[in-house]
């Protein structure tokens, strides 16, 4: 089960793939500067992952204009990851959890994914400036898509 509400959010440095290369993403980097989504998905290059990270990405501004990143961590490669996000037009970051770690730290690593080896559950995680979780869900199946509207209300309450 996820890590809760109220707990310290673990740091983490995982690696992005931009056009320039690859980049190191933290947690910390927001730390007393922007709340952060941490949106934990399956697998690059699948059906409901693809539909969630374009519905994100199509949404974007709705969650800068709430004081957020929106980064998501699946444990695909770095290159996957970017030749995903090209294809399907994603613009949000994501962040390559490859030796699972991140997901450990979370608690929402999935030993078998459909007989395929440990994958990331797909969770979101909504995690203040202070770095402490104040949202905090991982859906009942990976196929199921988190309470969207729920992160942006915990965010909206956040502001004020």
Do not use: H
């Not at 974007?60 to 030749?83: T, W």
């Not at 994914?113 to 199946?141: C, H, M, N, W």
């Amino acid at each position: 089960m996820a890590l809760s509400v109220g707990s310290k959010a673990p740091d983490f440095t995982l690696k992005s793939k931009t056009a320039n290369g690859l980049r190191d993403i933290s947690l910390s980097a927001n730390s007393g500067k922007k709340n952060t989504v941490l949106l934990f998905f399956p697998l690059a290059f699948t059906g409901v992952c693809t539909l969630e990270m374009c519905d994100v990405s199509a949404g974007l501004n709705g969650y800068s204009d709430l004081d957020a990143e929106v980064i998501a961590v699946s444990v695909d490669s770095p290159f996957a990851q970017e030749a995903w996000a090209l294809k399907e037009n994603i613009g949000i970051t994501l962040a390559s959890d490859l030796n699972k770690t991140t997901a450990k730290n979370y608690d929402v690593l999935l030993d078998d994914l459909a007989g395929i080896g440990s994958a990331s559950a797909r969770a979101a995680f909504v995690i203040d400036k202070s770095g402490v979780i104040q949202y905090a869900e991982q859906t009942p199946t990976p196929k199921d898509l988190p309470d969207f509207d729920a992160v942006k209300a915990k965010l909206a309450a956040l502001r004020s």
